[in-house]
């Protein structure tokens, strides 16, 4: 598998800052509309999910205190996903799957974790203000089958099949490889983290490598790597909370710093949860929710289903499709705070339907800084080919009937 090179910070400070986000092919072609949205979306920003949030010597200062429990949705966070929903609906409307007046049909699940509760509360209300919206999920702390398929033992997943595929997708200089190509980032990393100490402090110490298997559970790093993306999410999302820079890395990072370090929680993805085997496994339960709320011919289903998860489902579904995007102010393909793939359901005047496939999201920016969107300033939106298909001359744009049949295929584990 080819190498993601570095993002390029340049380019994507500029982006965030300038307010001027590509909408890359988001124009629909002549003669469809959109009648359906799909999403998978990840939850707003929280704080880390354990208090401290890594082993003692990791840094050499006290880890910043939040205001809500450990991995808990944030005001900052519930206020950035009440802007975004504002956006969504403004598209929706111009679009036509909201109506300007009244109520859209629209059904919510989310996982049981409190942020993706939260989240799916604040953005449902906001996106249909007095509306009715049915959002549905388990009790608070419950594990989820359709969220957590491996880890609720609801998927057969072998983890010797596993990690012969992550190893296959790493390429030929594997997981030691991506750590060389990241070492001038990861001492970076460890300057942030220690400052002027050097001595038994920071992440790069030990070499990364695949954590041993454990049988029924999903792949995962050890060593330097997998340090790294955990502070480098951390990093993340205390700038996206809007916390002075004096406080964001012990004021040793900068926003250039944040971008590039989001590089190592973009490469834990592609190399743990985009390999199609770990990948299908990890859709079981959101797949066949996808594909079928898509395909629902009935006229009384939901115009808008969103699935409120996490970084790792949505980065699964991208590895089962081939999807890419780059948010500013993150690394490709790295699942941002907010973000969602979206599938648009498509309609030809002679009623024949389509698929494509969106990624929409704040910018680190637009989050850290809780803009507020009009025509002027929007979020990112960018349209992502899907593999294999081609309709109407478009590259990427699905039919239905090829949709069902790739998803189909891809949650089996065919090569389709």
Known sequence: MRSIPLLSVAVAIGLA????????????????????????????????????PMPTGTAANAWPEWPVKPGYLTQHGADALRRLAAADRADFVTTGVMPRQGCAR????????????????????AVAPGCPVDITHRPQDVGDPIFSPIDEKAVAFDAAAARAAVIADAGPGGVAGEEHRLRPVLARLDRILCGSVRKACGVAGEPSALAPIKPGSRPKLSGALDRASTVAQILLLEYADGKPMAEIGWGRATAADIAQASEFHAVEFRLLARPRYVAAANMAGIGPLVRDALGDASVDAPTIT???????????????????????????????????IMFERLIDPAGQRYVRAVYRSQTLDQIRGLTTFGSAIK??????????????????????????????????????
């Open 17 to 52: 800052s300038s307010g001027t986000v590509a909408r890359g092919q988001s124009r629909i072609s002549a003669g469809l509309r959109v009648d359906r949205v799909v999403m998978l979306m990840r939850h707003g920003v929280r704080p880390p999910t354990k208090s401290p």
């Open 379 to 416: 979020p990112y939106r960018t349209v992502m080919p899907i593999a294999t298909c081609s309709a109407r001359g478009i590259r990427g744009l699905c039919t239905m009937a090829a949709f069902k049949a790739l998803m189909t295929a891809r949650l089996v584990g065919k090569q389709q």
């Open 106 to 125: 629209i059904r919510m699940v989310a996982d049981s974790d409190q942020r993706t509760i939260a989240t799916a509360d604040v953005w449902g209300a």
């Open 306 to 340: 969103v699935l409120s998860g996490h970084d790792t489902n949505v980065a699964s579904l991208a590895g089962l499709l081939d999807l890419h995007w780059r948010v500013p102010g993150l690394a490709v393909d790295d699942p941002s705070p907010g973000g969602a």
